[in-house]
């Protein structure tokens, strides 16, 4: 089985989803059931244990796997006051680092995003950090104890597609850890574009939620996770720079 290991958690559908942005949370149960989708992520803001009517949680299949982010976070104390309040709330002990103090792009703030991974894996979380590609970072989040790596494909909620597909090449190729990339993925063929280069999962919430139809979308970008995965598990053949014929071009007409 072509499972991907996180954690303590086997996980067969290699696309992951954020609950945000949908018109109607009601369709996030009937998403993942009807797609085989199993990790989800929840900003802890839009928890409220005390009203079930307003916790974004009731929509969510109970055998789902959570991952409670850390958004609104600005520095890396406040990503780990979040983190603390969600495994004491009942979310587990997963948890997605989003520090970002910068209001226009939303970039994370790689810094504060390794000060945080450092103290919650020392305590026992698995944590995948959302963070800007770079190498040096990402080195640094495999040494602070991080479970994966999660680069941005383009900012945050612009559907721009995979802008940085050369550096999260690079973090594939020279880190350890699972890459997942995450933000900024519009369309399942740049899901599949990720996988094919060997990411080991994407994240993709703004490009199902705001579709005209989430359910199919929803998808049209899990059957583009599997094609992508599969695609790179076959090893595609080499590029070459000139022509070549796939069958022969001389002696059948010979006599």
């Not at 085989?36 to 244990?49: I, P, Q, S």
């Not at 004491?88 to 910068?102: L, P, T, Y």
Request: glycine residues 8%.
């Amino acid at each position: 089985m072509d499972n991907l290991r996180i954690g303590d958690k086997e996980i067969r559908n290699r696309l992951f989803i954020g609950s945000g942005k949908f018109a109607d949370e009601g369709i996030i149960q009937d998403l993942m059931t009807e797609t085989g989708v199993e990790v989800v992520t929840v900003a802890l803001r839009r928890v409220d244990l005390q009203n079930r009517q307003q916790n974004v949680l009731r929509h969510i299949p109970p055998e789902a796997i959570l991952m409670p982010n850390t958004s609104g976070a600005r520095t890396a104390e406040e990503a780990v006051r979040i983190a603390r309040l969600a495994r004491a709330s009942g979310c587990g002990n997963w948890i997605k680092i989003e520090v970002i103090s910068d209001n226009k792009y939303l970039l994370p703030d790689n810094n504060e995003t390794i000060k945080a991974t450092e103290v919650l894996a020392a305590e026992g979380f698995v944590v995948l950090p959302y963070m800007h590609p770079d190498l040096y970072a990402a080195k640094a989040l495999e040494k602070a104890g991080a479970a994966a790596i999660m680069p941005l494909g383009a900012p945050i909620g612009t559907n721009r597609g995979l802008k940085t597909k050369e550096i999260v090449r690079i973090l594939i190729e020279e880190c350890s850890l699972p890459i997942i990339v995450d933000a900024g993925i519009g369309k399942p063929s740049e899901a599949a574009e990720a996988m094919e280069m060997g990411a080991a999962a994407v994240l993709v919430n703004t490009a199902i939620a705001t579709a005209g139809d989430p359910l199919i979308m929803a998808k049209a970008f899990s059957q583009a996770v599997q094609a992508g995965r599969l695609a790179y598990l076959a090893q595609p053949g080499q590029t070459v720079e000139y022509a070549r014929a796939s069958s022969p071009l001389t002696g059948f007409l010979q006599d």
